[in-house]
């Protein structure tokens, strides 16, 4: 597999940790010391929203600080349009990405109505903006060093 399809792998893997909150399989993705930054894009000016340190941290919020699904729903990260840039053991990846919220409808205790058919729910785009992840090759597998996240909205935090 080319290194280009190996970095693009790693965000795959990023995207799906964070659609499950699986902290393990975050962390897994980063170096020991990674560190990372989210921005919102107010008008093409970075504005600081959260920084995170180290991988273990990066799995911790990934499993605690995210908002848990609702009953029968999920969120689906997808990724557009990656740019790779590889030179030797040090990767960079620009990608677009968007955020679905899906939830599906309780099915009725007496069945679905007639001439239902099809997938039953609603599928809501609810967050969009950048990842440009900055990766190095460690003992042979691609590891994000350092991972910038802008968003396209601001975002608001519980208690801030």
């Known amino acids: 597999m080319s290194d280009e399809r190996q970095v693009q792998q790693v965000l795959a893997r990023y995207v799906r940790a964070t659609d499950a909150r699986d902290g393990s399989a975050m962390s897994a993705l980063f170096a020991d010391d990674a560190r990372v930054e989210i921005f919102y894009n107010r008008a093409g000016v970075p504005e600081p929203v959260a920084e995170l340190v180290g991988a273990a941290a990066i799995g911790e919020a990934t499993a605690s600080m995210m908002a848990p699904h609702p009953p029968r729903g999920w969120s689906h990260h997808t990724t557009h349009d990656h740019i790779i840039e590889v030179d030797g053991d040090e990767a960079t990846l620009d990608a677009q990405f968007v955020v679905f919220n899906t939830v599906g409808d309780e099915r ?24 440009r992840p900055r990766m190095r090759r460690v003992d042979g597998s691609w590891r994000i060093v350092h991972h910038t996240i802008v968003l396209d909205q601001p975002m608001a935090f519980p208690g801030a």
């Not at 069945?111 to 729910?121: E, F, K, L």
């Open 108 to 131: 009725p205790a007496d069945g679905w109505p007639a001439g239902a058919s099809g997938a039953q729910g609603t599928i809501t785009p609810i967050e969009s903006g950048y990842y």
